[in-house]
């Protein structure tokens, strides 16, 4: 019997550059729409997205494909490399390069490909610091190059904490439309002010335990075994030295690192990369009202 291929048809269609481990793909398919292809040149993750996402056309250099190879789709999302912008990133000689560095300078394969398929909905990410890099130049330029492919939106940092993600990351977004404004819901609070943690005053019931917050129990010191992601985590939890002292014993014991090998290393870095799929989900939930 021939299987009916209507429901996804009908479906919207998401196509996600500098995908990394589908962030952005997850996020909205959540909200009911089908990823048609990504782009994403590490073989590791990209093996992770053809496993993930088998319905999705997979392709390695954002440089080498365009409306050629990828098909028309409702929105293109990606968060370009933050490398050459970032403060924990690699400075050079001179200081950060912003969109002038290699792998930031991606950017510009973001637009090209914009300008060739004009999706209704572009969607970008990257980290805050974009907003004051090389004395707001790079931001300025981001708007513009989005303005001049007729693009127009709203830009937000919002913070994966108050997504109902056991972490802080706050995380630039600038969401457009092709001549038309995205929905003014994109400006409004994803939770009422009271539902939010609060580290001011004393508080009754903590906001989260210990053991739920993500993070190593302890630092590795070994460089590559690292996460950083802008700070190191300490915990503090009354009466509880001895856990610390009993994992730290339990660590010795089975000969556990205390760092992380390889594998552990490149699914953590993976992970550290990726977009937070709660605030995809929200966002296309938003953009399913247009």
Avoid at 150 to 161: I, K, S
Avoid at 168 to 180: D, N
């Amino acid at each position: 019997m021939p299987t009916n291929d209507k429901s996804s048809d009908n479906k919207l269609k998401i196509g996600e550059l500098f995908a990394g481990v589908g962030g952005f793909s997850l996020g909205f398919e959540a909200a009911g729409w089908e990823t048609a292809w990504q782009v994403e040149i590490n073989p590791i993750k990209r093996a992770v997205l053809s496993d993930r996402f088998p319905h999705a056309r997979q392709f390695e250099d954002v440089r080498k494909v365009s409306a050629k190879e990828l098909c028309p789709v409702d929105c293109i999302a990606g968060g370009f490399p933050c490398t050459d912008i970032s403060n924990m990133g690699h400075r050079k000689k001179g200081g950060i390069q912003g969109l002038k560095g290699e792998r930031s300078g991606l950017f510009s394969e973001f637009i090209r490909i914009a300008r060739e398929i004009q999706p209704r909905w572009l969607v970008l990410e990257n980290v805050p610091a974009l907003l004051h890099s090389n004395d707001c130049q790079d931001i300025e330029k981001v708007i513009s190059d989005i303005a001049d492919c007729n693009y127009v939106g709203f830009a937000r940092v919002l913070d994966a904490q108050y997504f109902g993600v056991a972490q802080k990351r706050r995380r630039f977004f600038l969401v457009c439309g092709l001549g038309e404004m995205p929905p003014f819901d994109l400006l409004a609070d994803a939770a009422p002010m009271e539902a939010l943690p609060c580290s001011f005053g004393k508080v009754e019931q903590p906001w989260r335990q210990a053991d739920r917050w993500p993070g190593h129990t302890q630092t590795a010191t070994n460089a590559r075994g690292r996460i950083n992601l802008g700070s190191e985590l300490l915990v503090a939890e009354e009466d509880g030295w001895h856990q610390m002292v009993e994992r730290e014993r339990a660590s010795a014991e089975t000969g556990i690192p205390s760092g992380l090998d390889d594998w552990n290393w490149a699914e953590a870095h993976a992970a550290g990369d990726a977009i937070c799929p709660q605030i995809a989900e929200w966002i296309a939930l938003k953009l399913n009202k247009a």
